[in-house]
Nanobody
Framework: DVQLVESGGGSVQAGGSLRLSCVFS???????????MGWFRQAPGKEREGVAA????????HVADSVRGRFVISLDLTKNTLYLQMNSLKPEDTAMYYC?????????????????????????WGQGTQVTVS
């Protein structure tokens, strides 16, 4: 089974930084460079929303307007790890953050435009890591 394991969450004061990591077991991505991975978040009582997503076949990445200029997504296929560097954190960034894999490429646009789609077409999801900003 494909597994996604997130880490790096925690409690931080506003203005601080965190780096989330998502270690994933290999899956068909090596043969399907049409697909993407991404970070999503869900606050209590709110819908899950896209934060950032990246295409495995190149350097294309998209981030949501709410985090543009503060968050950076990166992928290291030599370590099977997806990262989310979060800077200048705000209380409204408080949420459970999830890593997703095997996203369709159209998910990049959904994330960039802030369109909320149940599941976003992802095949695999991690268990999440909590980020709390006070």
């Amino acid at each position: 089974d494909v597994q996604l394991v997130e880490s790096g969450g925690g409690s931080v004061q506003a203005g601080g930084s965190l780096r989330l990591s998502c270690v994933f077991s290999e899956w068909k991505y090596k043969h399907s460079d049409m697909y993407c991975m991404g970070w999503f978040r869900q606050a209590p009582g709110k819908e899950r929303e896209g934060v950032a997503a990246t295409w495995l076949g190149g350097t294309t990445a998209h981030v949501a307007d709410s985090v543009r200029g503060r968050f950076v997504i990166s992928l290291d296929l030599t370590k099977n790890t997806l990262y989310l560097q979060m800077n200048s954190l705000k209380p409204e960034d408080t949420a459970m953050y999830y890593c997703a894999a095997d996203l369709p490429r159209r998910a990049l646009g959904w994330v960039r435009l802030g369109v909320k789609i149940p599941g976003y077409g992802a095949t695999y999801w991690g268990q999440g890591t909590q980020v709390t900003v006070s």
